[in-house]
Protein backbone atom coordinates (compact mmCIF):
# COMPACT_ATOMS: atom_id res chain seq x y z
CA UNK A 1 0.00 0.00 0.00
CA UNK A 2 1.37 3.29 -0.72
CA UNK A 3 1.94 5.96 1.66
CA UNK A 4 -0.80 9.00 1.57
CA UNK A 5 0.76 12.83 0.33
CA UNK A 6 -0.23 14.20 3.21
CA UNK A 7 -0.62 12.56 6.67
CA UNK A 8 -2.07 14.47 9.83
CA UNK A 9 -1.92 12.89 13.53
CA UNK A 10 -3.72 14.21 16.15
CA UNK A 11 -2.20 17.38 15.40
CA UNK A 12 -2.94 20.14 18.53
CA UNK A 13 -1.84 23.90 18.12
CA UNK A 14 -2.59 26.21 20.94
CA UNK A 15 -2.31 29.92 21.36
CA UNK A 16 -1.28 31.75 24.97
CA UNK A 17 -3.44 34.49 25.45
CA UNK A 18 -4.60 36.87 28.48
CA UNK A 19 -6.98 34.98 29.10
CA UNK A 20 -5.32 31.58 28.70
CA UNK A 21 -4.47 28.93 26.62
CA UNK A 22 -6.72 28.81 22.92
CA UNK A 23 -6.60 24.85 22.03
CA UNK A 24 -7.59 26.11 17.91
CA UNK A 25 -6.80 22.96 16.71
CA UNK A 26 -7.28 19.79 19.16
CA UNK A 27 -6.52 16.71 17.60
CA UNK A 28 -7.11 16.85 14.47
CA UNK A 29 -6.25 13.76 11.83
CA UNK A 30 -6.53 13.26 7.88
CA UNK A 31 -5.08 11.90 5.02
CA UNK A 32 -4.37 12.63 1.64
CA UNK A 33 -3.16 10.61 -1.76
CA UNK A 34 -2.17 12.19 -4.90
CA UNK A 35 -4.18 13.62 -6.70
CA UNK A 36 -7.21 13.73 -3.99
CA UNK A 37 -8.93 16.83 -3.27
CA UNK A 38 -10.33 17.66 0.44
CA UNK A 39 -12.75 19.68 1.62
CA UNK A 40 -12.95 20.66 5.18
CA UNK A 41 -15.83 22.31 6.21
CA UNK A 42 -16.99 23.40 9.71
CA UNK A 43 -18.35 26.24 11.95
CA UNK A 44 -16.43 29.54 12.24
CA UNK A 45 -13.99 29.63 14.66
CA UNK A 46 -13.55 25.69 14.23
CA UNK A 47 -9.85 25.84 13.36
CA UNK A 48 -9.55 25.15 9.49
CA UNK A 49 -7.85 28.28 8.97
CA UNK A 50 -4.94 26.91 11.95
CA UNK A 51 -4.91 23.53 10.98
CA UNK A 52 -3.84 24.41 7.00
CA UNK A 53 -1.34 27.28 8.48
CA UNK A 54 0.53 24.92 11.07
CA UNK A 55 0.62 22.27 8.01
CA UNK A 56 2.70 25.12 6.28
CA UNK A 57 4.06 26.10 9.81
CA UNK A 58 3.18 29.57 9.61
CA UNK A 59 0.79 29.26 13.02
CA UNK A 60 2.53 31.91 14.63
CA UNK A 61 2.23 33.17 17.18
CA UNK A 62 0.48 29.57 18.04
CA UNK A 63 2.59 26.79 18.90
CA UNK A 64 2.00 23.26 17.47
CA UNK A 65 2.44 21.16 20.84
CA UNK A 66 1.23 17.96 19.79
CA UNK A 67 0.61 15.66 16.80
CA UNK A 68 2.59 15.14 13.30
CA UNK A 69 2.25 16.41 9.36
CA UNK A 70 3.77 13.81 7.54
CA UNK A 71 4.60 14.56 3.81
CA UNK A 72 6.89 12.62 1.50
CA UNK A 73 7.84 10.64 4.24
CA UNK A 74 8.99 13.69 6.79
CA UNK A 75 7.36 15.57 9.75
CA UNK A 76 6.86 18.95 8.94
CA UNK A 77 6.43 20.06 12.37
CA UNK A 78 10.21 18.95 13.04
CA UNK A 79 12.43 19.68 10.04
CA UNK A 80 14.14 22.88 10.31
CA UNK A 81 13.04 26.17 8.89
CA UNK A 82 15.47 26.05 6.34
CA UNK A 83 13.84 22.47 5.29
CA UNK A 84 10.12 24.00 5.68
CA UNK A 85 10.60 26.97 3.59
CA UNK A 86 12.15 24.87 0.46
CA UNK A 87 8.64 22.93 0.83
CA UNK A 88 6.21 26.06 1.06
CA UNK A 89 5.25 28.11 -1.51
CA UNK A 90 6.60 25.19 -3.79
CA UNK A 91 5.10 21.91 -3.02
CA UNK A 92 2.48 23.03 -0.42
CA UNK A 93 1.22 26.69 -1.20
CA UNK A 94 -2.10 28.51 0.17
CA UNK A 95 -4.63 31.02 -0.08
CA UNK A 96 -4.92 32.90 2.38
CA UNK A 97 -8.19 33.47 3.89
CA UNK A 98 -8.29 37.40 3.87
CA UNK A 99 -7.38 38.95 0.62
CA UNK A 100 -7.05 42.75 2.21
CA UNK A 101 -4.38 41.82 4.44
CA UNK A 102 -2.72 38.92 2.34
CA UNK A 103 -1.06 41.97 -0.51
CA UNK A 104 0.94 45.00 0.92
CA UNK A 105 -0.94 48.13 -0.10
CA UNK A 106 1.66 49.52 -0.65
CA UNK A 107 4.02 47.60 -2.83
CA UNK A 108 3.30 47.12 -6.56
CA UNK A 109 1.20 43.63 -6.94
CA UNK A 110 3.71 42.66 -9.99
CA UNK A 111 7.08 42.97 -7.28
CA UNK A 112 5.12 40.75 -4.68
CA UNK A 113 4.30 38.06 -7.24
CA UNK A 114 7.61 37.61 -8.58
CA UNK A 115 8.96 38.22 -4.77
CA UNK A 116 7.25 34.58 -4.39
CA UNK A 117 8.48 33.18 -7.46
CA UNK A 118 12.29 33.65 -7.10
CA UNK A 119 11.80 32.84 -2.90
CA UNK A 120 10.37 29.53 -3.57
CA UNK A 121 10.63 28.55 -7.24
CA UNK A 122 14.20 29.38 -7.68
CA UNK A 123 13.02 31.35 -10.84
CA UNK A 124 15.93 34.15 -11.73
CA UNK A 125 14.38 38.09 -10.99
CA UNK A 126 14.18 38.67 -14.89
CA UNK A 127 12.58 35.22 -15.74
CA UNK A 128 10.24 35.81 -12.78
CA UNK A 129 9.76 39.90 -13.70
CA UNK A 130 7.93 38.35 -17.46
CA UNK A 131 6.01 35.93 -16.07
CA UNK A 132 4.68 37.89 -13.12
CA UNK A 133 3.50 40.55 -15.94
CA UNK A 134 2.36 38.28 -18.51
CA UNK A 135 -0.05 36.87 -15.33
CA UNK A 136 -0.80 40.26 -14.73
CA UNK A 137 -2.06 40.73 -18.29
CA UNK A 138 -3.85 37.75 -18.40
CA UNK A 139 -5.60 37.64 -15.12
N1 LIG B 1 -3.64 34.73 16.92
C1 LIG B 1 -4.58 34.09 17.65
N2 LIG B 1 -4.65 34.24 18.99
C2 LIG B 1 -5.58 33.60 19.73
N3 LIG B 1 -6.51 32.77 19.21
C3 LIG B 1 -6.50 32.59 17.87
C4 LIG B 1 -5.55 33.23 17.02
N4 LIG B 1 -5.79 32.87 15.73
C5 LIG B 1 -6.84 32.03 15.79
N5 LIG B 1 -7.26 31.87 17.06
C6 LIG B 1 -8.39 31.04 17.52
O1 LIG B 1 -8.24 29.75 16.98
C7 LIG B 1 -9.51 29.19 16.72
C8 LIG B 1 -9.54 28.66 15.29
O2 LIG B 1 -9.50 29.75 14.40
P1 LIG B 1 -9.51 29.57 12.82
O3 LIG B 1 -9.13 30.90 12.25
O4 LIG B 1 -8.65 28.40 12.44
O5 LIG B 1 -11.02 29.22 12.53
P2 LIG B 1 -11.69 28.89 11.13
O6 LIG B 1 -12.30 27.52 11.25
O7 LIG B 1 -10.73 29.10 10.02
O8 LIG B 1 -12.85 29.97 11.09
P3 LIG B 1 -13.51 30.74 9.82
O9 LIG B 1 -14.50 29.79 9.21
O10 LIG B 1 -14.19 31.92 10.47
O11 LIG B 1 -12.40 31.12 8.89
C9 LIG B 1 -10.54 30.28 17.00
O12 LIG B 1 -11.08 30.05 18.28
C10 LIG B 1 -9.72 31.54 16.99
O13 LIG B 1 -10.26 32.53 17.82
MG1 LIG C 1 -10.60 30.38 8.40
Redesign the pocket.
Known amino acids: MTQPLLEVRDLHTV?S?KEGM?K??DGVSFELNAGETLGIV??????????ALSIMRLQR??RIVGGKVMFKGQDLTRISEYEIREIRGREIAMIF?DPMTSLNPVTKVGFQIEEAMTAHNRFSASLASTSSRAGCASA
Open positions: FTVAVGESGCGKSVTPGQ
